[in-house]
């Protein structure tokens, strides 16, 4: 075995030693309790599996060409000759030597981890049962999870004897975890190369029935999440005693997540309607089951979604890196603000008494301020759009980071006009036909339970528009602004209105989200406008895929809704997703459901790798290949 | 035959550079001119200055009467100018198709409402759009090349739909920046006929940069020279072929003197 195999699988398993140690520090192996281990594990495979499918990507795109006869007769583990020189017979070699490695390296890789953990928590065992305090910080959380993890019920810690045979188990559970993700991952691929007996027998297994079963079983998912996320609001149901309430909400997490997975299984046509329909009514049903904490959690999750779809305008479609968005956001919320709650501020409530009009109602509803907050925000886009038309990439970055800034000291200091620190207080919430929506439905909806539904809507909404600009000329120009500025303008892209057209939508789009936020909130003050918040907008389209609208609903639910499952763990909570982003980086560099164009891009250096190493004669022949395969590869990715 | 594009003393200047020198020029509508030169002559820049992407500090560019000078790029190219580059600048992620497409954004009108509402008139548009860049396709020889990511086109190909993408615009006048650089000799075959074509069938006056002599001397109508920013030569390619100082710029003095009728070969 190669040692570059060995030591990428001991770094492997180190990562993931690291990603399972936060795990048990922020407590999970107690929450979960006895089946600590086993769930561990799967987890721990998970992360094998994604990054062994990765690898075995790479290499075996090279191995997709038309497989050789004598090939597809003596399936079996042989490796071919080590000097290959042609073409041929380095299609020939590479799927054989590839998953023997990969095999080879998921089991290092989960042995490897398997010790590490076994070591660990034999040390702290120990230093536990001999009374040792480790770090007081850690003393309320490490004992019972080491303890979980070791099969031993926290109370009985300062005496336990663990016997040898609970940590040769750990060992051999990740080692298991390591085999299974190994397997999985060469299977998936070398099923197109009829290479190695797992192939054959992945093949076997899953015939078309079984494929189109798991497709079946995929779109059926969210439905069944959504039932038992009903089934779990009904009274005297209880799962999971006092986390019930973060539990349905990871649960609602995961059903919305699972849903544009649906989606996306689904045939175009009729199905894929279908399904969407039901998707959206399930969703919609959604604030009327879940309780006040779970709905104002989804309610951000979706203000955050109208946020990084507007955010995605301006840097994804249009190239445009704005690290200032908040502004918008921040006028969209004090412009809904200073119309519903005049009286807050000073400066407005002397100019009503002036004129003659009394401040302490609302200027005008929800409703009716929309429009205008949808205007401010976009007149301040163009403002902002105006002098950074020249700018490009990190100076862009900068003088936008800047203007994100000032808006923020504007509201903070225009005491007169904002009340300052003390902000905005009392805005009213959106109503419906002039009732409360409780009334109307008749205690139904509750008032974060409204907010949620609106949002559900107004998202929609901006998808719907988002995406139609973007299959435009409209988006045909933003794209190729991105690309190639110069050239787009000598093509005839008018570069201004262009830019400027992607800065006012995508600010309208934050400054629907800054209203919605606004009366979510009902007191609004700067501090809630900070830089954290494009950062996050940012953060989440990146996680989730830029470009990619699905993508971004995912990434807000990962960003804004799951530091929220994770309230019991709060102070490890920000560390939490530093290592998420940063694993989510190394697994799907393009974000979790990336746009195809994206994932062009980032496929480009696998293949001009592969161009450069491969055979002169057989290169563009190759290269397309791997292309198709590349293609349809992805489209696997995503049926799964 | 009148001028479709007249260029009077333009002159560009970098620094202490002259780029380009006062050059004069007319190209006829219809026809089909070289510009040739050693490297770092100016001809690049001069086709910049033609396309608004610099503006030369004195001159007058006019085209079909109308100066261009003082427009921006976008605005030339509704005039009826487009152009291709030396070094491929294809909008790389984008598939053939879309690349025509944007090549034809100018064309299009349909507002961004009517985008998002999908009205009927903006979708007829989107379908006649795609229908003419298929053709536009064809017509360069990228059938079937449509929906391929244009990075991953081969070399030659992509030469080919800079053309489709500079046609989509509906140009009067296009200018091809080197179009056989780096070309196999059959590509290079490929391209001059689609030259030819491009004056024949789709009526557009073609004004080329070029390095390679084969090429130039045989689908030129006429033949401009430049050598350091300053138009020294021009002519049929058979006058500019004996032009000393065409040959003087070329080989250098000493061998001007040895051939007076030399044939100047790059």
Known sequence: MPLQTATGAVRTG????????????????????????????????????????????????????????????????????????????????????????????????????????????GIAAAAMGNGIAIQPVFDKIVPINVAALIGVSPGQIPQAEVPFFRYLLQVLFFTGAGLLASLAAAAGRSGLTHAAPIAKLSEQVSGPTIASASRYAGIALPFVLLAYIGWLGLPGVSAFGSNEGTVRLLFTLVATGSGLFAWRLSLPGRERSIVAVLLGLGVLTLPFILDQFQNSVMGLVFIFVMMGLGLNIVVGYAGLLDLGYVAFFAIGAYTYAFLSAPFSSPYISNLLNILGISPETPLLGYWTALPVAMLTAAIGGILLGIPVLRLRGDYLAIVTLGFGEIIRLFMLNLGELTNGPRGILEISQPNLFGLSPATVTSGLLSSQGWTFFVALISSALVAFVAIRLNSSRLGRAWFAMQEDEDVAEATGVHLVRTKLLAFAIGATFAGMAGQLYAARQINIFPENFSLFVSIDALAL????????????????????????????????????????????????????????????????PVEAGLDSTAEPVEETDLVEQTGTSKQTANGQEEAK | MTALLSVQRVT??????????????????????????PNGAGKTTLFNCLTGLHRPEVGEILFDGDTLIGLRPDEITDRGVARTYQNIRLFGRMTALENVLVGQHLRLHASHWSAVLRTTRQQVEEREAREFARELLDFVGLHGREEVVSTNLPYGDQRLLEVARALGSRPRLLLLDEPAAGMNPSETERMMELVHRLRDEKGVTVFLIEHDMKVVMSISESVAVLDYGEKIAEGTPEEVRANARVIEAYLGPDVAVQETAGTASS
Do not use: C, H
């Open chain 1, 14 to 121: 180190l990562v993931a030693f690291g990603f399972l140690g936060y795990l048990i520090l922020i407590g999970i192996p107690a929450k979960l309790g006895g089946p600590a281990l086993p769930v561990l594990a799967l987890v721990a495979a998970l992360f094998f599996w994604l990054i062994l499918r990765r690898e075995s990507a790479g290499l075996s795109a090279v191995g997709t060409g038309p497989v050789p006869a004598s090939l597809e007769r003596k399936a079996g583990w042989e490796i071919g000759p080590q000097s290959a020189s042609d073409a041929s017979s380095v299609r020939e070699r590479l799927p054989y030597q590839l998953s023997q490695s990969v095999l080879l390296k998921g089991l290092l890789a989960g042995a490897t981890l398997g010790i590490l953990i076994a070591v660990v928590s």
């Open chain 1, 541 to 604: 389209i990146i996680v989730g895929g830029i470009g990619s609208p699905a993508g971004i609903v995912l990434g807000a639910l990962a960003l804004k809704g799951l530091p929220e499952v994770l309230r019991g763990v709060d102070e490890y909570r920000i560390v939490a997703f530093a290592a998420l982003l940063v694993i989510m980086m190394i697994v799907r560099p393009a974000g979790i459901l990336p746009s195809a164009r994206r994932r062009i891009q980032l496929a480009d």
């Open chain 2, 12 to 37: 560009k200047v970098f620094g202490g550079l002259t780029a380009v020198d006062a050059v004069n020029l007319d190209i006829a509508e219809q026809s089909i001119t070289s510009l040739i030169g």
